[in-house]
Nanobody, 123 residues
């Protein structure tokens, strides 16, 4: 079992940056793949990024590639999402996820979800 708690969301102007954090507990953090999803009101859940257990392999959704960076610190049991060059269309609730593989995470079938953190980008 893994418990996930997101933090770092807030209000930012277009072109600005935010860093989201996801703290994990209840399982050996270094053994799981991690990822981020987002969902805006009235829209479908969207894959954002994923990272494997070691941090050596990453994946990104087309809409964020080149602007967002996922990373992890296994010693601290934390995964990060650095968001740069933010756009109003990035506004959404961002959810942290954990699973046995990056495939299961990035295809929308993780084993655990966090409760989400709101990111709002003003124009």
């Amino acid at each position: 079992q893994v418990q996930l708690v997101e933090s770092g969301g807030g209000l930012v102007q277009a072109g600005g940056s935010l860093r989201l954090s996801c703290a994990a507990s209840g399982r050996t953090f270094s053994s799981v793949a991690m990822g981020w999803f987002r969902q805006a009101p009235g829209k479908e859940r969207e894959f954002v990024a994923a990272i494997n257990w070691s941090g050596g392999t990453t994946y990104y959704g087309d809409s964020v590639r080149g602007r967002f960076t996922i990373s992890r610190d296994n010693a601290k049991s934390v995964v990060y999402l650095q968001m740069n060059s933010l756009k109003p269309e990035d506004t959404a609730v961002y959810y942290c996820a954990a699973g046995d593989s990056t495939f299961r995470v990035r295809t929308g079938n993780p084993d655990h979800w966090g409760q989400g953190t709101q990111v709002t980008v003003s124009s």
